[in-house]
């Protein structure tokens, strides 16, 4: 009889450890979702580079300084913080807070539009924007993330 109630026992227990180890939950690792556009260009993006009159002056051999930092506020919207400067006096050469920019990709390039233009574009790690100084000379600020 002990031995009927041994084997039963270990039978009890047999099934409880199948049906516990068939319980395994069998979750499947699901990729990770994209970023928005925004979480993918928010950043400090440091001034690299300016262009102007068909020359390019790297940001070492220039008189200028600064950073541009671009801040999510919705998954198609950023804020912008320009803050380029000259070195030798910090004089503000493109200071600027900008609100409400969207956000519009183009294959590997995000555009930036502010009240209906396009003032910079994104492409990988650069952050390029066109201005105009107060003489009327058209440029080109790069800035790299």
């Given at each position: 009889?002990?031995?009927?109630?041994?084997?039963?026992?270990?039978?009890?227990?047999?099934?409880?450890?199948?049906?516990?180890?068939?319980?395994?939950?069998?979750?499947?690792?699901?990729?990770?979702?994209?970023?928005?556009?925004?979480t993918k260009?928010?950043?400090?993006?440091?001034?690299?580079?300016?262009?102007?009159?068909?020359?390019?002056?790297?940001?070492?051999?220039?008189?200028?300084?600064?950073?541009?930092?671009?801040?999510?506020?919705?998954?198609?919207?950023?804020?912008?913080?320009?803050?380029?400067?000259?070195?030798?006096?910090?004089?503000?050469?493109?200071?600027?807070?900008?609100?409400?920019?969207?956000?519009?990709?183009?294959?590997?390039?995000?555009?930036?539009?502010?009240?209906?233009?396009?003032?910079?574009?994104?492409?990988?790690?650069?952050?390029?924007?066109?201005?105009?100084?107060?003489?009327?000379?058209?440029?080109?600020?790069?800035?790299?993330?």
């Amino acid at each position: 009889m002990k031995n009927l109630s041994v084997i039963k026992n270990l039978a009890v227990l047999l099934l409880l450890c199948i049906s516990i180890s068939s319980c395994k939950e069998n979750k499947e690792e699901q990729p990770a979702p994209a970023p928005d556009l925004a979480t993918k260009v928010q950043g400090i993006y440091t001034f690299y580079e300016l262009e102007f009159d068909g020359k390019v002056v790297p940001a070492d051999e220039s008189n200028l300084k600064g950073d541009i930092r671009i801040t999510k506020k919705t998954d198609t919207t950023v804020d912008a913080k320009l803050d380029i400067r000259t070195k030798n006096n910090n004089e503000e050469f493109m200071v600027y807070d900008v609100t409400d920019i969207k956000l519009k990709e183009f294959g590997n390039t995000v555009e930036l539009v502010y009240e209906g233009e396009t003032v910079a574009k994104i492409s990988g790690k650069r952050l390029i924007v066109n201005g105009t100084d107060e003489t009327g000379t058209d440029f080109t600020i790069t800035a790299t993330r």
